[in-house]
């Protein structure tokens, strides 16, 4: 039986991000995949720390693999802003949040278990939170959710890879790379 989510509807997008059409979920992650647009955002706390899911065993696409706070798919024509938001609170339970783009990740790869493909213009989004907010995940969703410091996610996922979703480095790298512009442009002479 096909879950609910893989019958919405996505928005297929071409190299440069311009909407190209429509299909659902489904097909744009059957290979060998159709390029759409996603979003995974990135929760951090006050002290850098992140947030992040262990995807549940059901997932159709690299079930049981740690990832991000939260990722997902606008509908066709919704704002990227009212999509996470809506996917924060369905995934881990958080209230609304504000979120500021940090950057664009395209991707592709393959689900060695369950045969699925991501290939995702990935709109990375920040927001930070209090590491004691009340979070909910689904059980559909999430099967546990851990705060990590920065070094040591690094490292994890360079020494077990098959740990975390093929995508988190790049998003995170998104984030860190924001970050470092960020405080370059705010030095003096810096931007």
Not at 155 to 181: C, I, Q
């Amino acid at each position: 039986m096909t879950a609910p989510r893989e019958k919405h509807m996505v928005e297929l997008v071409d190299d440069n991000g311009r909407p190209v059409g429509a299909t659902t979920v489904e097909e744009a992650h059957t290979a060998p995949g159709r390029l759409h647009r996603a979003f995974s955002v990135v929760l951090t706390d006050d002290s850098g720390r992140l947030l992040l899911q262990r995807r549940a065993s059901v997932k159709t696409r690299f079930p049981d693999r740690l990832a991000n706070a939260c990722c997902g798919h606008p509908a066709p024509g919704e704002t990227l802003s009212i999509a996470a938001i809506r996917r924060l609170r369905e995934e881990i339970g958080l209230g609304p949040v504000a979120l500021s783009e940090v950057g664009v990740y395209v991707y592709y790869a393959e689900d060695p278990v369950t045969k699925r493909v991501e290939f995702e213009y990935d709109h990375v989004l920040h927001g930070r939170i209090e590491a004691n907010e009340p979070l909910l995940p689904d059980p559909d969703e999430v099967s546990d959710l851990i705060w990590v410091a920065r070094d040591e996610l690094l490292e994890s996922m360079r020494t077990s890879p098959r740990s975390y979703s093929p995508w988190l480095a790049g998003v995170v790298n998104r984030l860190f790379d924001h970050e470092k512009s960020k405080t370059s442009a705010e030095r003096p002479g810096g931007g």
